[in-house]
C-alpha cells in the first residue's frame, strides 16, 4: 500500500491523482489494485450524482451513470465488502473535485452503515435505483471554513445553459432533495444551488422583491448586485428550492435577517411562488 503522503486540505490535478495512487484518471470511483487504496471523488455543484453531505458524513451515491445500479458492478462491489469484511484492508480516500481540474483531499473515510437502495428521479417521472453507501470523513475540520464558504455557496455563477435547461436541472434537483445537506466546517456550511440563484435574480430583472428599487451597484461582469434569500432561512429548516428563495438588495436582504417581519415574509412567499410557476410553467414541467 503505498504512502498518501498528502495533507489534508491540498490539491492535485487529475494527472497528479492519477500519477500518485496508479489509477485510470476516469471514474468518481476510482480503485488501485497496486496500492489497495479506492479513491472517492464528490463533487459539490453539477453533480450527476446525488451525493449528500450530513456534518462529517456523506452519503455517497455508488458506481454507474444510466439504469439501475448493481451492488456487484466494480468499484460498488468493493465498498460494499469493505461494509461486509472486517479483515480486508483496502484504503478508502476522498477527494472533491472542485473544478474542471482540481481535487481537494478530505483525508481518509470509514463506512458507518449499511449501504442502501434508493430512487433517484429525473424529468418526466423517470426514475432509478441507486445505491447509497453511508461514510464518514475522520477529519473535516482540518479544511478552511473559507473554501466551503466559496464553494457551497456560489455568488458569482456564469451560467452558458439556456433558461430552460437550468429550470430541468432545478426540477432534477428538487425532486431528490433532501434539505439535510450541510458541512460541519469549523461551523455549519449549508449547500445552495447555483442555478436556483441565478433564476431567481435573472427573474428580478435588476430590482430587489422587497423595496423594490433597483439594484445599488453593478457586479464585475456589469450585472444588477442583488443578493438570493432564502425566506424560510436553511438553519431552520427551510429548503433550497426556488418557491423558497428571492432576489433582495443588499439592505433588504440584511432586513429580512435582523427583524424578519412577518408581513415582509408571507410577500415575499407570494413573490417566490410567482416565480416559480412562471418558470416551470412556460418550460413544461
Known sequence: MCNVNLKIGDFLSNSE????FTLSIMGGMRFSTKNNILVLITKIHDNPYPDRWEGN????????????QSIDFQSNKKLNSIYYTEKITTKLVLFINTDQNKYLYCGEVKTIGRPYFKYQYFTKNEKRKIIIFPLIVKNLTSISSQFFDSTMNIKSYKHKKTTNSIIKNIDIYQKNYDNKNYINAKEKKYYRNPDIAYISKKYAKGMCQLCQKAAPFQDKDGNPYLESHHIEWLSRGGKDRLDNVIALCPNCHKK?????DKKD?????QKSLEMYKHYFSINNI
Open 17 to 20: 491523482l492519477s500519477k500518485k
Open 57 to 68: 458524513k456523506l452519503y455517497y451515491t455508488g458506481m454507474g451513470r444510466t439504469g439501475d
Open 256 to 260: 429580512m435577517h435582523i427583524i424578519d
Open 265 to 269: 415574509v408571507k410577500l415575499l412567499q
